[in-house]
């Protein structure tokens, strides 16, 4: 399936809930653009309260009034985006649960619309391990686009704020977006089918445990103890060793994303303090751009990671659809009548 169906599949899911997660977009949008000011309170007590710089006309000309009213209003800020934080926690829960659900039920009803002989060709692990694992595809996949959302919103702001500060410093923070997008998607080719692999095999470890479970007065007539253990474990460690292999290249990945973020750091840092020194830039300016930078950083990380694991959750929910394509064998005839209530009684005769 192309993971344009796949979205489109997704899409149908979500657009029921589509007014509260606009309310939560929305919300996470607003929460960006505050976080945008946090910085600014420090370079107004470094260069006009602490520093020589002339204090805005807007602003008491008293120094100790002033710095009280920067303190206060950085408080209010983080007070606004706390409460702000709440509100969007209770949004996201509230669809994310909803979401589950309705996944969920659907490919339970769809699993008892198939006949015997379906389930009779089927692991019934397999099958518990999509409706209570794999479901959560959709959980994981609407999570992931609120950050993307508010990374978004808080790089062009970013951004557009560090190119009036200082154009070269701008253009150093964003050189390092070309070498994140190669690494993400060198890794996220190699994921997607390695994800693909676990899930298949812990299912597997769930249908033996299953299996064992509900033939176990067999299972210890015979003393298969020892064998369905040995089955179990072997299963369990073919999963784990494929998991930690994916594990650490997804650590790798982090890795390459932090050392490419830290390179461009090092550098902002070097030219943005050569550019006080000539006096083109204010010690607050530098420090503005210096908080923006480790903010700018995190967005990039954050899209990168999320395109990373979003392989992972894509697989699994090709695992759902795999389910939820296959038509029932067992169906009615077309025109068929439904059968009405009906009340009857047994009668024994000769």
């Known amino acids: 399936m192309t993971q344009l169906r796949l979205y489109t599949r997704l899409l149908a899911y979500v657009r029921p809930q589509r007014a509260r997660l606009a309310g939560q977009c929305a919300i996470a949008g607003t929460i960006a653009l505050l976080e945008l000011l946090n910085p600014w309170p420090v370079k107004l007590i470094v260069d006009h309260v602490l520093g020589s710089h002339a204090l805005p006309a807007w602003f008491?000309?008293?120094?100790i009034v002033a710095l009280i009213v920067i303190v206060a209003a950085g408080f209010g800020l983080r007070l606004l985006i706390g409460g702000l934080r709440v509100f969007s926690t209770y949004l996201s829960m509230t669809v994310r649960q909803r979401l589950i659900l309705s996944l969920k039920s659907d490919l339970f009803q769809h699993f008892q619309r198939q006949s015997f002989a379906y389930h009779d060709n089927r692991r019934l692990g397999d099958a518990i391990h999509r409706v209570n694992n794999d479901s959560y595809c959709l959980d994981d996949i609407v999570t992931s686009l609120v950050p993307v959302l508010t990374a978004s919103v808080t790089l062009v702001g970013m951004l557009a704020i560090l190119l009036r500060l200082d154009w070269q410093l701008a253009l150093l923070a964003v050189a390092v977006a070309p070498f994140l997008y190669l690494s993400v998607g060198y890794y996220s080719k190699r994921f997607k089918p390695k994800v693909h692999q676990i899930q298949e095999l812990e299912a597997e470890s769930t249908s033996i445990v299953q299996e064992t479970f509900a033939n176990l007065r067999a299972v210890k007539a015979f003393?298969?103890?020892?064998?369905?253990?040995?089955r179990f474990v072997?299963?369990?460690?073919?999963?784990?060793?494929?998991?930690v292999w994916l594990t650490v290249q997804q650590s790798m990945f982090s890795i390459s994303v932090t050392l490419i973020t830290a390179a461009g750091a090092a550098v902002v840092l070097g030219v943005g303090a050569a550019h006080v020194l000539r006096g083109t830039l204010t010690i607050g300016d530098l420090l503005v751009a210096l908080a923006y930078l480790g903010a700018l950083y995190g967005p990039l990380e954050s899209l990168s990671g999320t395109f990373t694991y979003l392989a992972g959750y894509l697989a699994r929910a090709e695992r759902v659809f795999e389910i939820l394509d296959a038509e029932p064998d067992v169906r009615d005839e077309p025109g068929a009548v439904a059968l009405p209530r009906v009340t009857g009684a047994i009668r024994f005769e000769n």
């Open 223 to 230: 003393t298969r103890e020892e064998h369905h253990h040995d």
């Open 234 to 243: 072997e299963q369990g460690r073919s999963a784990s060793i494929q998991r």
């Open 60 to 63: 008491p000309s008293d120094k």
